[in-house]
């Protein structure tokens, strides 16, 4: 049986391995490193495939996210007039992919808002929930009664914020709030 040959991994990729993790692969960008988790038990083979994979698969994201940032910011606006008529328009909305422990975030100062790129595979009503989320930051900084309120206008919060508790605890990352 001939084996295709070993293509050594490329060095800007970190491996990490999890006995935790049974069988998902996944990778992001951190800076100007990726990671990919994998589970242990992956043979030197196996691990060789998954980072091609993973790796073309971040490409396409990232070609797929360079021309949709003004997308990005419309649909934020869209999102602002329909259910959040109180706050500033945004100055910046965009995709960044150096965030990987948070969904999205805010910078009320400057009225800029970031989302992660991991955002770009789930379902378009979930990336809508951390926008609505992110807007409300503009005149709430803090997670009160008043934020909640807000974000809550949006009719899918419950089920957004239920979404991705289940994609944090799937992933081995210790994903925090945003
Ligand atoms: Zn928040």
Redesign the pocket.
């Known amino acids: 049986m001939a084996d295709s040959p070993l293509r050594p991994i490329p060095p800007h990729v970190d491996i990490r391995r999890s006995k935790r993790r049974k069988r998902t692969v996944s990778a992001y960008r951190d800076g100007d490193r990726v990671v990919v988790l994998m589970p242990d038990r992956l043979s030197a083979a196996e691990e060789a495939r998954w980072v091609e994979t993973m790796l073309a698969r971040l490409e396409k994201q990232r070609s797929r996210s360079r021309v949709s940032d003004e997308k990005l910011l419309a649909r934020a606006h869209e999102l602002a007039c329909r259910h959040l008529p109180e706050v500033p328009e945004p100055a910046s909305v965009r995709w960044v992919s150096n965030q990987n422990r948070r969904w999205g975030s805010c910078t009320p100062a400057d009225r800029s808002i970031r989302l992660s790129t991991r955002l770009q595979s789930m379902p378009a009503w979930v990336v809508d929930y951390v926008l609505v989320?992110?807007l409300s930051?503009l005149i709430e900084p803090a997670?009160n009664a008043a934020f909640w309120a807000l974000v809550h206008r949006y009719p899918k919060a419950e089920r957004a914020e239920g979404y991705l508790e289940g994609v944090s605890a799937a992933s081995s990352l210790d994903l925090e709030?945003?």
């Open positions: 989320h992110e930051h997670h709030d945003f």
